[in-house]
């Protein structure tokens, strides 16, 4: 929605790419555009064809599971919001194409006589991001897909869940349209397997994600995941997984299904193994494949076209080291394209990418940009004259509220002039039609009752800014989370409460007030914390694009974790990696390098912070910037068990490789060996996953058996995470005869000493017997922890975890930005990661640091609290409860007098609540405003 509208943007559908000639920098893109049959720049997205058109088809959009019409839109938020025509559908009549929809559209909007059209552009760098395809289970018909109607994919049962769905968000079966009682998940569906021998990464999460929803819609509902590993290795994931089990009862076994068969009423019977080789069969209501991603089906066509490399699945081909770089120079990937993950790894990646390409495109910045051009504010009347959008959004709303009878309530309000209802109210078609009714209406304040301001209230207040209004002339009332998510069960009363909420909402904005919107300027230059390989990989792309940096680091070298990984598992050299941004630094006139450095002070905010520094001889620097990237990294936990400390023989993992490489030991050391997994991590005082652990198992293991092929080695683990191309080393493990055993976290294995030898003890929960094994080694994969965080997040003045990890502002739409403005995060500071994703986030760091320091100004939120000195008497408590140390104490006068630091307020109000004289108002939030609200919500 906001690229649709973006001047700097331009969108073009129904294309693909013929031809691409030239070098990075200079590229021209030949593109062949097929025919809407309906001009975009005339079609409102009425829908009045569609209604008239005869001819149905299969809705795609929702999985075939519903239909729609030959004339159609896919979704309300579709950008461009506008129709278009399926001829390949096309009812004909006396050997003519109907057309019945043409003289039915007002705007002359449809025209049968377009065709295909050609256009050329010229383009800097290209960024490949196709997506993916589904794996290929719709044509094998595995477990009786496509023959069972009860058997749907996780992407149908997406849809069955949506509110926009063909079933409007109800849980049914598609054989009956009935309720289920019982759903089954089935994991690894076109993942794992002969075929697709990878791992997808993300399906895991999306089917216990998907099963948490259909126990909030209905908590009887009896859920059961059928697994071979839970792959839960983001941040947070591993928790969700431990809530799904402990607050919503979901069912997790180990066992790969082996059959399912139909049986009477289209119930499904499924037959499985238990660990122990026990055959069960189990009657469900329904089952859920949860299919794999693979290769977009273009990817062949995608390689020819762009000259770059495929990996063996038809994935783009990367180097670890340079993850979203494609085969050739200038031309970057990001998403599924590349490799399986999950949202917010995309995101990253994607930012990422255009942290290269703005690095290639440096010395063109600015040069084709359009600034985007307002019309001049409308002068408000001091009579309010208000307009008030009610969202259905589909059934989220709509199936609870009734959204008719709010928005008839609506317009009998005070200062009311005009209301409607809206399907989706964000999307582009609505969004011109509020802009149309401010003009018609003179509408001086905005009311929107729809979602939730913190992901939309943006979208809206560029809209009646568009339409000549001040952005602050907006009032958004969210009776979704507040109202029908919450009250789902109470219609009558969701409704009731809506109308108090929206008569709260018209009561403040009777009172809202334009408000001015301050500019800061930027300094052009950005300070990174910590000097491993994300604080080493953020500056180099920083420095590149022409911005100075400060590099700073308490050790003594730069490299951080990089200095003690010898190889990867993808059999990459990190040292050559490390020399390469070593020399790089040194040589780059735009890095600033400060080691044996550490932080004092940090004060200021976006755009203009001031950092003091303390150098290894007691000096102390200040350091101007205006922005700052935390790349803080991490290290191993130290364990208290299995003898770690107590005993030579028991080692971590990186203990063993920097053995191994250093021929420490040799293939008599190495007879045999055992790993634990889990040892620190997955436990109550760390719930997370560390990510890295099982590939370095993985690594450790193969490289073992590379000294030595006939050693003996044992990895006990809970769940092995190979997740993504790694699963191909953990089918080379097994094949090159390494065993795995799986624990129960509450019954690890006991190890002790035994005379002069190690002695393990475990449960085989295949024999369902205890195992004794007698190790050379013992090698624990323990947790990644992060470094003491507390200090320095005190002086940001931004959130850890409750992990001590750096906490983003959202974890899948901004996962690289702190929640305070103009700071970012790459690396083990934000969450365990490999080299890859790590360089990744660096890039992504670097890019959004970038577009702070590319605009040479920040805008403030009007959010910010206002001081008025007439009133404040000086005492100085706003000043000291302030958490972001935005409010300060000057002279006025001989007499000291508070006042706000805009660019670092956050508008959270502590100030004003605790100033006595009550001199401090808060913009968009003043006492008349909250106070209005509250009388509003008196009234009977």
């Known amino acids: 929605m906001v690229a649709g509208g973006h001047p700097n943007i331009k969108i073009i559908t129904l294309a693909k790419i013929e031809n691409i000639e030239g070098k990075p920098g200079n590229f021209k893109v030949k593109i062949k555009k097929q025919p809407r049959y309906i001009d975009e720049t005339k079609c409102t997205a009425c829908g009045i064809c569609a209604s008239y058109c005869p001819t149905p088809v299969f809705d795609t959009y929702n ?57 050329e552009i010229a383009v800097g760098a290209i960024i490949l991001t196709p997506g993916f395809s589904v794996s290929d289970v719709y044509t094998s018909n595995q477990y009786g897909y496509a023959q069972y109607p009860n058997v749907v994919t996780s992407l149908e049962f997406e849809r069955i869940m949506c509110a926009s769905g063909p079933y409007k968000g109800e849980i049914l079966r598609p054989s009956d349209k009935k309720p289920p009682k019982k759903i089954a998940w089935l994991q690894c569906v076109g993942s794992r397997d002969q075929k697709h021998p990878y791992c997808s990464a993300v399906c895991c999460m999306y089917a216990v994600k998907e099963a948490v929803v259909s126990k909030e819609h209905d908590p009887d509902l009896e859920i059961t995941i059928f697994y071979m590993d839970i792959r839960a290795q983001g941040k947070g994931f591993e928790e969700f997984i431990q809530r799904a089990q ?43 494949l949860s299919v794999g991603l693979a290769a977009p089906r273009t990817a062949l066509e995608l390689a020819r076209v762009f000259k770059i490399g495929l990996n063996k699945y038809s994935f783009s081909q990367t180097n670890e080291f340079t993850p979203v770089n494609t085969t050739k120079e200038g031309i970057y990937v990001a998403g599924a394209f590349q490799g399986p993950k999950d949202i917010p790894e995309s995101v990253t990646q994607a930012t990422g990418a255009v942290g290269c390409a703005c690095s290639l495109l440096a010395p063109a910045r600015n040069a084709l940009t359009v600034k985007k051009e307002y019309p001049p504010e409308i002068e408000i009347e001091e009579e309010p004259r208000i307009g008030v959008f009610v969202c259905h959004c589909g059934i989220n709303i709509g199936g609870v509220v009734n959204v008719p009878e709010v928005q008839k309530y609506a317009a009998t309000l005070k200062n009311v002039v005009y209301s409607e209802q809206n399907l989706y109210s964000c999307s582009q078609d609505t969004q011109e039609r509020i802009k149309e009714m401010i003009k018609k209406y003179r509408l001086n304040r905005v009311v929107v009752a729809a979602c939730t301001p913190r992901t939309h209230e943006p979208l809206f207040q560029e809209t009646i800014r568009e339409a000549g209004l001040n952005r602050c002339l907006f009032e958004f009332v969210n ?51 910590g000097g491993g390989l994300a604080g080493m990989t953020a500056a180099l792309t920083l420095a590149n694009q022409g911005f100075a940096c400060y590099l700073i680091e308490r050790q003594s070298e730069l490299g951080g974790n990089l200095r003690h990984i010898h190889y990867t598992l993808e059999g990459n050299n990190p040292k050559e990696l490390l020399e390469r941004l070593n020399e790089e630094i040194s ?40 922005a700052i990237i935390v790349a803080t990294g991490g290290h191993e936990y130290l364990p208290k068990q299995y003898l770690y400390g107590e005993d030579d023989r028991v080692l971590t993992q ?54 030595n092929p006939n050693a003996n080695v044992y990895i006990f683990y809970r769940d092995i995470r190979a997740y993504g191309f790694r699963e191909n080393y953990y089918k080379k493990a097994r094949e090159n005869g390494i065993i795995f055993i799986r624990y129960d976290k509450n019954n690890p294995p006991n190890v002790e000493q035994d005379h002069d030898k190690l002695k393990l003890t475990g449960i085989d929960p295949i024999l369902e017997e205890k195992i004794v094994i007698y190790p050379d080694l013992l090698v624990l994969s323990v947790a990644i922890v992060p470094n003491d965080n507390k200090e320095l997040a005190t002086l940001l003045k931004t959130p850890l975890s409750s992990d001590g990890f750096f906490l983003e502002a959202h974890v899948k739409l901004r996962p690289v930005e702190a929640s305070v403005d103009g700071i970012f995060y790459a690396g083990i500071a934000h969450f365990p990661k490999p080299i890859d994703e790590t360089i990744s986030q660096a890039l992504a760091a670097a890019a959004k640091a970038s577009i702070v320091l590319a605009k040479g100004y920040v805008e403030v939120e009007p959010i910010v609290s206002w001081v008025d000195k007439d009133k404040c008497i000086g005492c100085g408590t706003c000043e000291s409860l302030c958490p972001y140390k935005a409010i300060r104490l000057v002279k006025v006068n001989k007499r000291k007098k508070a006042e706000t630091i805009t660019a670092s307020c956050k508008g959270c109000g502590i100030c004003s609540a605790h100033c006595p004289t009550r001199a401090i108002s808060m913009g968009r939030f003043t006492d008349e405003q909250i106070m209005a609200q509250i009388a509003a919500f008196k009234e009977e």
């Open 246 to 288: 402990d607050e919503y009862h979901i069912r997790f076994v180990h066992s790969r299904v082996g059959q399912v068969r139909e049986i009477e009423n289209h119930d499904l019977v499924l037959r499985y193994c238990l660990e122990n080789g026990k055959i069960v069969e189990e009657e469900f209501d329904m089952v859920v």
């Open 479 to 529: 009776i979704r989370d507040q109202c029908s998510w919450v009250h789902m069960h109470e219609k009558e009363k969701a409704t009731e409460k809506a109308k108090e909420l929206v008569r709260m909402g018209v009561a403040k904005a009777r009172y809202i007030k334009p408000l001015k919107e301050e500019k800061v300027p930027v300094i052009p230059r950005t300070l990174i914390i």
């Open 587 to 626: 040589q780059h006139k735009k890095v600033e390098v400060f080691t044996n450095a550490n932080i004092k002070e940090i004060s200021g905010y976006v755009g203009n912070f001031k950092t003091v520094v303390e150098l290894s001889n007691g000096e102390k620097k200040e350091l101007e910037h205006g």
């Open 63 to 119: 999985a075939n599971l519903g239909l729609t019409k030959c004339i159609h839109i896919d979704y309300p938020q579709a950008v461009p919001a506008t129709y278009v025509v399926d001829t390949s559908a096309c009812l004909f009549v006396n050997r003519q194409e109907c057309k019945i929809c043409v003289p039915t559209c007002q705007a002359e909007a449809i025209d049968f006589s377009q065709t295909a059209s050609y256009e």
């Open 654 to 707: 990186t203990e063993l490789e920097k053995k191994l490489v250093t021929a420490e030991l040799n293939e008599k050391d190495l007879n045999t060996v055992v790993m634990i997994q889990c040892v620190g991590s997955r436990t109550e005082e760390r719930p997370y996953c560390s990510k890295i652990c099982c590939s370095q198992a993985l690594k450790n293991a193969l490289k073992i058996k590379d000294i």
